[in-house]
């Protein structure tokens, strides 16, 4: 099991493949295995792919404090030292994504292409915390269809939502319908300050983020609550290339595993302009 000793504790990864380096980098509260489902093996053949567990995730340590952006980031840089990767190409997906923009920002010169799929981008929270922000009610319902009744007054209390979820079967890969492991997660929410270090700007203000100057592919699934972002990136990052992928929500990576691939070929192999392709992904959805 290869693991890094990173600013003081163990950060687990894998690599596979040949070709361009690949960071992939999962959201909160999952683990590398997300890109292993369907992603790594179309890609692997292409690329030279490193994914790895964020601290408190899948087989990394889980210290106290520490999950910010930019605590996210040092842990990267760590880990591109670490395994002698100099420059590499960034996907991340969700937090991971805010993970791989802060890690642009910070260290520009360590990154060839940048691929977010569905970023949160924190400096946006007022709108996100809204109580009449669409994640919420679409969260509510995903939780409902498992028969988990969320009340009205809790629907924009994140750490409430996070502790309802580990409730839900796996919904993806070999083990789909299965209990899902309630422990690693509860124990992230009752030991670390993740929760409230994931609402943090931290330094990834909006400014910042429009001064990402690295070729830049945004992936968001037409059904996405996070369209806000989407349409920021699109509008205030000058490099920033953008795709609706038609019939997904948040989840692309793991809904459309094979439409998430092409554009990830595409883009990294090509550097092909992708500006307008979002509407006619949106098109050819209708």
């Known amino acids: 099991m290869p693991n890094a000793l990173l600013n003081g504790i163990n950060i687990h990864y894998l690599q596979v493949g040949k070709g361009p380096p690949v960071v992939l980098i999962h959201g909160l509260g999952g683990n590398l295995a997300v890109w292993f ?6 890609l692997q053949a292409e ?24 605590d996210m980031a040092e842990d990267l840089k760590g880990l591109l030292d670490a395994l002698g990767l100099e420059k ?11 993970i791989a923009m802060h890690f642009t920002i910070l260290y520009p010169e360590r990154v060839m292409k940048l691929i977010v799929v569905e970023p949160n981008i924190a400096a946006l929270i007022d709108w996100r915390k809204s109580k009449d922000w669409e994640g ?3 969260w509510a319902k995903r939780l409902e269809e498992f028969g988990i009744h969320v009340p009205r007054e809790k629907w924009h209390d994140v750490d409430y ?15 789909k319908g299965r209990p899902r492991r309630k422990m690693p997660l509860l124990r992230l929410l009752d030991t670390t300050t993740i929760v409230e270090d994931y609402e943090k700007v931290a330094g990834m203000t909006l400014d910042k983020v429009e001064k990402i100057s690295r070729p830049t592919l945004a992936l968001y699934g037409k059904k996405s609550h996070f369209l806000v972002t989407y349409e920021y990136l699109r509008d205030h990052v000058p490099d920033c290339n953008t795709c ?30 992708f500006r307008n392709l979002h509407i006619q992904e949106t098109e050819r959805g209708k």
């Not at 690329?47 to 930019?70: C, E, I, N, Q």
């Not at 580990?166 to 993806?172: A, T």
């Not at 609706?244 to 929500?249: A, H, T, V, Y």
């Open 37 to 42: 489902l369907r992603l790594v093996g179309q």
């Open 47 to 70: 690329f030279f792919l490193t994914a790895y567990d964020l601290r408190g995730h899948g087989k990394s340590d889980v210290p106290p404090t520490g999950y910010t952006t930019p």
């Open 88 to 98: 590499v190409h960034l996907v991340g997906h969700s937090w991971g994504a805010d």
């Open 136 to 138: 919420w009610a679409y």
């Open 161 to 175: 939502m996070l502790r309802q979820t580990v409730h839900i079967p796996i919904r993806y890969g070999p083990f």
């Open 244 to 273: 609706l992928l038609p019939e997904s929500d948040h989840y692309g990576p793991l809904e459309h595993p094979e439409m998430v691939v092409e554009h990830l070929r595409r883009f990294l192999n090509s550097g092909e302009d």
